[in-house]
């Protein structure tokens, strides 16, 4: 098998805009499992929501990264054998700079989401992703601080159109010291240095004894570029975003079985 480790991203590459996963990428999965290979999700959602989707799915063993790399679990126990966040201090810096924009933040701590709006936006992020903030009664700023919390991201949700802008804005502020990066069109998301998906690819790779030339990747977003970068097998949905697609094999779209198409190349030799 060319490529005996597997990654991919879930919403917008595995996942359907319906929230459903074809039958075609399904028994792709389990063709390419019986074959040998190992097949692992790296997604940004947090660990509560993406647990339930992947048992739902008969994807119940083996290693399930979250977070965008900040916390890697076993799908079958929820046991977390890695966990890694902002300090308290840091996860502050960038919270306070977002406050100060009025923006619509949410932080994620201890698997919990903490936010400071109850909008439209929230209804429709806790719809898609199955999960339900924890209210706060004053600002997510002096929460962290009271709290001392270990935060493993910090998300904003706006509208498309800012997106970019925002994330200039956050790489002038806070340089190499924190991830700023975009899971969906209006999603901007923040992560201490070094904590990325291609971290977490060099990690499942060494778990599996694996060289990365042997890992491929798959995604749609800006911030499945790190995991396509490191990976020897580099693919990206017919919908991804421009950067993917230039370095990538590009395979149909998530709606028309990207992934299954990706995977039959995974097991060619």
Known sequence: MKYPLFLSDFDGTLVRADGTVSQKNLKAIEAYSAA?????????????SIR????????????????QGGMIAEVATGKIIRNEGFS??????????????????HVY??????????DEY????????????????????????????????VLVMLPPEE???????????????????ASSDVLVEALPAGVN???????????CRLPLARVAAIGDQL?????????????????????????ATVVSSCEEDGVAEALNIAMGE
Not at 59 to 65: A, E, I, K, N
Not at 169 to 177: I, L
Not at 197 to 207: D, I, N, Y
Not at 234 to 246: D, I, T
Request: proline share 3%.
């Open 163 to 181: 997106k970019k802008g925002l994330i200039a804005r956050m790489q002038r502020a806070f340089g190499e010291s924190c991830f700023v990066t």
């Open 36 to 48: 040998g290979g190992v097949f692992a999700v790296v997604t940004g959602r947090m660990l509560c």
């Open 197 to 207: 998906k291609a971290r977490a690819a060099e990690f499942l790779a060494e778990h």
């Open 88 to 105: 308290p201090e840091a996860a502050l810096a960038v919270i306070r700079f977002l406050e100060a924009g009025n923006l619509h933040l």
């Open 52 to 67: 339930p989707r992947l048992k739902e799915l008969g994807l119940d063993h083996g290693l399930v990264v979250a977070y």
């Open 223 to 247: 911030n499945d570029l790190p995991m396509i970068c490191a990976a020897g097998g580099k693919f990206a949905v017919a919908n991804a975003q421009e950067e993917l697609r230039k370095i």
């Open 122 to 153: 929230l209804k429709l992020y806790e719809r898609v992703c199955g999960v339900k903030r924890t209210a706060v009664t004053h600002p997510l700023s002096a929460f962290v601080a009271r709290e001392r919390k270990t935060v493993n991201k």
């Open 109 to 118: 701590s201890d698997d919990k989401l903490y936010s400071n709006r109850d």
